[in-house]
């Protein structure tokens, strides 16, 4: 039938898109840098490591078989921690080691077939510390812009997510969450379920709609 690829566990939001996409019956694979492995029930880890893809290429294969990759979503972001009111890279940037991953799997992605992009929003947020954020998340829009100049290749789509801050996304204090979430309609930022319920609808369907676009989820500009 076919199989899902996340790049990045995602989060809350990863683990909600990996059960709805395995609920259709297809096989959800998933990469990631955390450590101990997240929960993520009916998806299958696979041994890619952004900081030697070299290495994990010949194992990414063997996993995914050949049978056709229903959809590709890309969380991969370097990690970062919040120390004060400053934000820290991790030890390195491995836009470049995405780069080889997404010409590897070039070949398995057919016409229409969705390539997603999660965008952490806070380079939007007009604080002091997210310099590096910015830095990275450009460079990040700017493989999005590249991959999406091809009107009739595989359909690649932006989603900007901000929500609910677990464990595992100590780059968002409380005073953050309170006050973006005071400038939505709801007063709240958007669920994880409810960002997953969108991005399987935008895999699932296949739909050209929103195709070159980065999307916001609801809460506006980040102050």
């Given at each position: 039938m076919?199989?899902?690829?996340?790049?990045?566990?995602?989060?809350?939001?990863?683990?909600?898109?990996?059960?709805?996409?395995?609920?259709?019956?297809?096989?959800?694979f998933?990469?990631?840098?955390?450590?101990?492995?997240?929960?993520?029930?009916?998806?299958?880890?696979?041994?890619?490591?952004?900081?030697?893809?070299?290495?994990?290429?010949?194992?990414?294969?063997?996993?995914?078989?050949?049978?056709?990759?229903?959809?590709?979503?890309?969380?991969?972001h370097?990690?970062?921690?919040?120390?004060?009111?400053?934000l820290?890279?991790?030890?390195?940037?491995?836009?470049?080691?995405?780069?080889?991953?997404?010409?590897?799997?070039?070949?398995?992605?057919?016409?229409?077939?969705?390539?997603?992009?999660?965008?952490?929003s806070?380079?939007r947020?007009?604080?002091?510390?997210?310099?590096a954020?910015?830095?990275?998340?450009?460079?990040?829009?700017?493989?999005?812009?590249?991959?999406?100049?091809?009107?009739?290749?595989?359909?690649?789509?932006?989603?900007?997510?901000?929500?609910?801050?677990?464990?595992?996304?100590?780059?968002?204090?409380?005073?953050?969450?309170?006050?973006?979430?005071?400038?939505?309609?709801?007063?709240?930022?958007?669920?994880?379920?409810?960002?997953?319920?969108?991005?399987?609808?935008?895999?699932?369907?296949?739909?050209?709609?929103?195709?070159?676009?980065?999307?916001?989820?609801?809460?506006?500009?980040y102050?």
């Amino acid at each position: 039938m076919g199989s899902h690829l996340l790049v990045g566990s995602g989060g809350e939001t990863g683990q909600a898109l990996a059960k709805k996409l395995s609920d259709q019956g297809a096989t959800v694979f998933v990469t990631t840098h955390r450590r101990p492995l997240p929960d993520l029930p009916p998806s299958r880890f696979l041994p890619w490591d952004l900081e030697a893809p070299e290495q994990s290429l010949p194992d990414l294969d063997r996993a995914l078989g050949q049978e056709p990759l229903l959809s590709l979503s890309l969380f991969a972001h370097p990690p970062f921690r919040r120390n004060s009111d400053s934000l820290k890279p991790g030890p390195d940037f491995p836009i470049a080691s995405l780069i080889r991953l997404l010409d590897h799997l070039r070949p398995r992605l057919e016409p229409k077939t969705p390539v997603v992009f999660f965008f952490p929003s806070l380079s939007r947020h007009r604080a002091d510390g997210y310099l590096a954020a910015r830095l990275w998340i450009g460079a990040l829009q700017g493989l999005f812009g590249e991959l999406s100049r091809n009107r009739r290749g595989f359909l690649v789509t932006g989603i900007d997510t901000l929500i609910t801050p677990d464990r595992t996304t100590p780059h968002i204090t409380p005073e953050m969450v309170e006050r973006i979430a005071g400038r939505t309609s709801r007063g709240r930022l958007a669920t994880a379920d409810e960002i997953a319920d969108f991005a399987a609808w935008l895999i699932c369907s296949r739909s050209p709609l929103f195709h070159g676009q980065i999307l916001q989820t609801e809460g506006g500009p980040y102050f």
